[in-house]
């Protein structure tokens, strides 16, 4: 299994309040993005990163930020906690083969989020 | 944008063969790939299709036609522990486009 880690794994918040979700990998992989999944929608793309300091919107960026100081740290932050963020997030690695592009993307374990 | 279509739930009996549809629309294509996951769990990686044809994986094969903007996951042979929502995913550049899912269910 690819070593990929998440932080915390679940977590309870009130609304108006920060919170940051950390995901940690192993693998030295290049490529990191940040999901949600709710019921009915599947996983959506929330930010992505391609390297140290480079970092792109996803399909529902709205109200989150992402940081990557360090090769094998994802920050995910929601500067201030809505009930629409109640969500299972998930954290995903790459490793884009040039030739190919077979993006085979390995799956953190997740973390239940909680906004009352 | 890219949107994808799959069925929302399909159910099949233990020992049987299932097919689980994708059609998708993108702005750019390299590849359709195929995510397990069970409850609770997170996705796992299952099969990538960058041509036409089909690939081959033990009980589990993937189709895709890019003509045709479809594909297909088929599971052969079914066991309850393939009970488990599947995904299709477009590869249309350095991020992958999930579908909604589709739940199977597996029954005795």
């Known amino acids: 299994d690819a070593g990929i880690t998440q932080s915390p794994r679940h977590k309870v918040t009130e609304t108006g309040t920060p919170v940051t979700l950390r995901c940690h990998q192993t693998?030295?992989?290049?490529?990191m993005y940040w999901y949600r999944q709710d019921p009915g929608h599947g996983l959506r793309l929330i930010h992505y990163?391609?390297?140290?300091?480079?970092?792109d919107k996803g399909e529902v960026s709205d109200g989150y930020s992402v940081s990557r100081s360090k090769t094998e740290d994802f920050l995910l932050t929601l500067e201030s906690a809505t009930s629409s963020q109640t969500s299972v997030y998930f954290c995903?690695?790459?490793?884009?083969?040039?030739?190919?592009?077979?993006?085979?993307?390995?799956f953190g374990p997740g973390t239940r989020l909680t906004v009352l | 944008g890219q949107s994808l279509e799959q069925p929302s739930e399909v159910t099949a009996v233990e020992g049987a063969i299932v097919q689980i549809n994708c059609t998708y629309q993108?702005?750019?294509?390299?590849?359709l790939s195929w995510y397990q996951q069970h409850d609770g769990g997170a996705p796992t990686f299952l099969s990538y299709?960058?041509?036409?044809g089909l690939e081959e994986t033990g009980r589990f094969s993937s189709f895709l036609s890019r003509s045709d903007s479809y594909g297909y996951l088929l599971l052969q042979e079914l066991q309850m522990k393939d009970s488990a929502s599947y995904f299709c995913?477009?590869?249309?550049?350095?991020?992958?486009?999930f579908g909604g899912g589709t739940r199977l269910m597996v029954k005795p």
């Open positions: 995903a690695i790459s490793s884009i083969q040039g030739q190919g592009r077979h993006n085979e993307q390995f």
């Open positions: 693998e030295n992989h290049r490529y």
């Open positions: 990163s391609y390297g140290v300091k480079d970092t």
């Open positions: 993108t702005s750019g294509f390299y590849g």
């Open positions: 299709n960058a041509l036409d």
């Open positions: 995913a477009v590869d249309a550049g350095n991020m992958l486009t």
